[in-house]
């Protein structure tokens, strides 16, 4: 069954860096997602992308924040310059034409210390 | 805008006993209605979905939920639970506002099943 692939697993940063969380969707999927869930809390919705382009993104996802599919099989997200409350479960998903459920990957863990 | 309520932060219950997970959400357009399960330092696992058709879905692991409109509710029910069920188990909805369906989760249930 095709799934939702994402690398790093866990990625350990200093406050400041920047940092690329890769995902790869699922290949013939076309609609693409970026979640957030800090420890102990609820998942969270960053942004969606369709059509290489943003169509929604939340308030958490500011400036600091980047995606992009720079061909045709990765989905990035980029923290531009890393805070210690930007450590949290970064989830990606994807999902097809109609408006099924979205497929999750295993997530990035990303500590920033 | 959506959003989804889990009633119960934190359900104990023993081993082979009944268990219901109460969510309810609110929206002013259709959605669709999802539960996951999540697993200690792991990813979400679909449990179930509602799109449209029968109220009532059947998911994996013995999981069902019904989908109430009148109430706006999605409650997560297994007749008998076992130890292996322990895990944080989230409701959620996506609905079309913007034609992206983002998905919205509630703040999660913590299923405890004790011996």
């Known amino acids: 069954e095709p799934e939702v692939t994402q690398t790093p697993s866990h990625q350990v940063t200093q406050m400041g860096q920047e940092v690329i969380l890769r995902c790869v969707p699922i290949?013939?999927?076309?609609?693409f997602y970026w979640y957030r869930q800090i420890l102990g809390q609820k998942v969270e919705f960053l942004v969606s992308f369709y059509n290489n382009e943003i169509s929604e993104k939340s308030e958490i996802f500011d400036d600091q924040f980047s995606v992009e599919r720079p061909d045709g099989s990765n989905f990035t997200l980029k923290i531009r310059s890393t805070k210690l409350e930007d450590s949290a479960m970064y989830f990606c998903a994807s999902r097809g034409t109609g408006p099924y459920e979205q497929y999750f990957g295993p997530g990035t863990r990303l500590t920033v210390t | 805008a959506q959003s989804v309520t889990q009633l119960d932060s934190q359900v104990p219950v023993f081993e082979e006993a009944p268990v219901e997970l109460r969510c309810n959400y609110s929206s002013s357009v259709s959605v669709y209605l999802f539960w996951y399960v999540q697993y200690p330092n792991q990813g979400l696992q679909l449990l179930l979905k509602y799109l449209s058709g029968s109220t009532l879905v059947k998911g994996i692991n013995g999981f069902e939920a019904e989908f109430n409109k009148s109430q706006t509710s999605f409650h997560l029910r297994k007749p008998s639970v076992h130890i292996s069920d322990t895990a944080e188990y989230f409701c959620?909805?996506?609905?079309?506002?913007?034609?992206?369906?983002?998905?919205?989760f509630g703040a999660g249930t913590r299923l405890f099943v004790k011996a």
């Open positions: 290949s013939n999927h076309l609609y």
């Open positions: 959620a909805v996506s609905a079309d506002h913007t034609g992206g369906f983002k998905t919205i």
